[in-house]
T-cell receptor
Framework: AQSVTQLDSHVSVSEGTPVLLRCNYSSSYSPSLFWYVQHPNKGLQLLLKYTSAATLVKGINGFEAEFKKSETSFHLTKPSAHMSDAAEYFCVVSDLSGTYKYIFGTGTRLKVLA | DTAVSQTPKYLVTQMGNDKSIKCEQNLGHDTMYWYKQDSKKFLKIMFSYNNKELIINETVPNRFSPKSPDKAHLNLHINSLELGDSAVYFC???????????????FGEGSWLTVV
């Protein structure tokens, strides 16, 4: 069965400092992995996705994530946080076993301090 | 143009009422979904349709009934609303299902349902 674990429910960083949001997955098949962002009272927007191509994936707004099969991780990073990055972030796994499901992590709330 | 649009955005209603949330996508996708997000922000799939055919039906009370008149629309009807139905409901779509590459899900803006 597929699953995804976001290791931190809340992360606080100062503006201008690096961001690290952690995600570990479990999948019986080659997974596709996604990061979505949700700003308050808004829908979910795709930040980036991994689909078995390059293991380092670059997304929008300066975010990137690295797929590490040996560690079953797909952590999201950004070199320098901006106030507008404050939001809820979701790691998502979709494997190809035919279950047709996208499984969401429980989310990480990113707070950016001035 | 909004890719996935759902209406209404906000809905306040009394217990026992019946309500519908409509969803339309103009992306030409084959697959549409309904997700429920609870107060702790946890997202759980409720239903998925592929080309008007129901393919995912999670353990959702049968008071919830999805209807897909065509592959661009997936509406959610809820009968006899209960307090616990209060949540944000997201409609979403993706190009196709079961493909060899991860298809991106595109979400609507959400419908905030409050049952009083």
């Amino acid at each position: 069965a597929q699953s995804v674990t976001q290791l931190d429910s809340h992360v606080s960083v100062s503006e201008g400092t690096p961001v690290l949001l952690r995600c570990n997955y479990s999948s019986s098949y080659s997974p596709s992995l996604f990061w979505y962002v949700q700003h308050p009272n808004k829908g979910l927007q795709l930040l980036l996705k991994y689909t078995s191509a390059a293991t380092l994936v670059k997304g929008i707004n300066g975010f990137e994530a690295e797929f590490k099969k040996s560690e079953t991780s797909f952590h999201l990073t950004k070199p320098s946080a901006h106030m507008s990055d404050a939001a809820e972030y979701f790691c998502v796994v979709s494997d190809l076993s035919g279950t047709y499901k996208y499984i969401f992590g429980t989310g990480t709330r990113l707070k950016v301090l001035a | 143009d909004t890719a996935v649009s759902q209406t209404p955005k906000y809905l306040v209603t009394q217990m026992g009422n019946d309500k519908s949330i409509k969803c339309e996508q103009n992306l030409g996708h084959d697959t549409m979904y309904w997700y429920k997000q609870d107060s702790k922000k946890f997202l759980k799939i409720m239903f998925s349709y592929n080309n008007k055919e129901l393919i995912i039906n999670e353990t959702v009370p049968n008071r919830f009934s999805p209807k897909s008149p065509d592959k661009a629309h997936l509406n959610l009807h809820i009968n006899s609303l209960e307090l616990g139905d209060s949540a944000v409901y997201f409609c979403a779509s993706s190009q196709k299902i079961g493909a060899n590459s991860g298809n991106t899900i595109y979400f609507g803006e959400g419908s905030w349902l409050t049952v009083v």
